[in-house]
């Protein structure tokens, strides 16, 4: 009679608790969390708040280039051989992250298949996006690719619930976020305003119609 195993694995406690390898982080508003060219050795799970990710040139440009959430994994190159971290992560709003070392997030690949599973769904997700703002940069004017960033930060159009109110988020991060002027940006947040698109009520809600510029030619 084949042995049946004791118990079931779930990705969301593990990620819930501290254990071997694990660490939870309280992360205060506006700290970093890593820097660019520190080592990279381990991944991190953000369980609240808001994540963003910043790189700069030699020049001294800054560019964001992704903005996280409940949810989201980052730092997990490390696991492709990046030996130093190519973006600085800097707390959003204050943030409850676990921190797993790239040894132990390695043996829970491997042991565990629902871990994998949703590590793998993740990670192809991430690329799709990545590839999808790539297109957004090279062929959309910058109204849409503001369009489309304020849609992807509400979880309007994707498998996650919407977010009533966006967490404040400040003109100059959309507009490096979009690779424009931030005149510009307070242009377009204004005429998506005038056009019931987005309101203000303490924070910024963004409702679907705003949908209307992103698939308008």
Known sequence: MPRKRLETFDPQSFLATVGRGKTTLSIGKKKVIFSQG???DAAF???EGKVKLTVISH???EAVVAILGPGDFFGEACLAGQASRMATATALAASTIV???KAALIRVLHDEPAFSELFLAYVL????????DLVDQLFNSSEK???RVLLLLAHIGKEREPEPALAKIS???LAEMIGTTRSRVSFFMNKFRKLGFIEYNGGLTVHSSLL???LHD
């Open 171 to 173: 003109q100059e991060t």
């Open 99 to 101: 921190r797993i070392e």
């Open 145 to 147: 690719r503001l369009a």
């Open 45 to 47: 799970y953000i369980q």
């Open 125 to 132: 997700s991430r690329n799709l996006r990545i590839e999808e």
């Open 59 to 61: 020049q001294g440009k």
């Open 38 to 40: 520190d080592a990279a």
């Open 212 to 214: 209307n510029i992103v």
